[in-house]
């Protein structure tokens, strides 16, 4: 233990004298009110979201340090809802914010006044309780009818937080109260989840949603999960949703291209099982498996496509001719995946398309085969499929 008067810094030691409950420290000190006050907002909380300086009685209130906080009250004779600090805050909002409930309980069994508290200050009692997850203290404000609103802002904080309990008692809240779940936007809160992967909190909402309320929104909803490789919710939605994909007349990005962002083999046999549109151009002429060109490993690149093969995917098939295969785009892509390139090529894949966005538009079959000085590099490391052009693989020429 540490020796409390050999300590240098003399509001270091009144903060242990309070946290720690220390009161017959204080005694020594506290000899004239007067004394107290003027160090009363020299006291920092420790507190990272909170720079104020704060008085002694506020780091008892905070610190759940009832004996301090009973020997401050009786020794000043402070009024817990005057005494405030520099942000405006009084006793009773840093216990709900340190999570002291044996400090509320006292405050409110001992302050016959204490819808004082409410009427004196435009901050939420609740709000603070159920940022610090203290949803013990929470219920007991609400019984005492102190009210609270969960905005979008306050909502996403304990998502960020992961306050789990804190966003079910919201929700359990608002049901018991029958408001409209659209108060409450938890539906673009399923988007913020989703974008943090937090799989409880994802259940905790979807188990809720009774009314499948996010359908209205699902496709961005669908998206992120695809594009954040969350399984979970890209099962919830698609077990919650009937149609998954767009109209097949638009020209833009649908369920498959959804799908294939995830590069996940899974993600991609469950949207399939909804029945998408496999075979959809996006607005760039480009086929779902477009989305996974430089971004997935060739052996999740490879069990996806037969994924869709076996869907009714077409591998040859292309918007127009001034558009590339599939084939295509990856022979000309960035990594170029020889893989994958032989697996297409194996399964059937026209090699006598022509890349669009070459110079001379050669042929792939033109373009894999070249032997010029520049494409030895390249050669090599189309040594497999070069071999099977060479040898007369099976590959029928497509017009």
Known sequence: MEIWHDDSNFLTAFRRFIVDEKTEYLTQYINK??????????????????????????????????????????????????????????????????????????????????????????????NFALESNSVEIARLLLKKEFTFTPNDEFINRLILNKQIDSLKFIIQTNQEKRNARSSLKL?????????????????????????????????SCLQLACLNNCEYAVEQICKKVENIDIPFEEEAKGAIHWACSSCNPKIVKIMCEKNIHINRFDKNGNLGPVEMIDKAATADFIDIMQILIDNGFDIDQRKDDKHNSLLGSIVNSIEKDYEVITWLIKKGANIDYRIVDIKDSPSIRDYISRESAGYKTFLAKFKLIYELLIQGYDIKKKN
């Open 187 to 219: 539906e673009k809160q399923l988007l913020y989840i989703i974008a943090i992967n937090n799989i409880d909190m994802m259940k905790l909402l979807f188990d809720n949603d009774e009314n499948s309320s996010f359908q209205d929104f699902y496709k």
């Open 33 to 126: 009110k007067e004394t107290m006050m003027m160090i009363q907002y020299q006291l920092d909380l420790n507190e990272p979201s909170d720079s104020y300086k704060v008085g002694l009685i506020h780091i008892a209130a905070y610190y759940n340090s009832l004996d301090s906080f009973i020997f401050l009250e009786k020794n000043l004779g402070l009024d817990y809802t005057m005494i405030k600090s520099v942000d405006n805050k009084n006793c009773l909002h840093y216990a709900c914010k340190g999570g002291s409930f044996e400090v509320v309980v006292y405050i409110l069994n001992n302050y016959m006044n204490f819808k004082d508290f409410i009427v004196k200050t435009d901050a939420n009692y609740i």
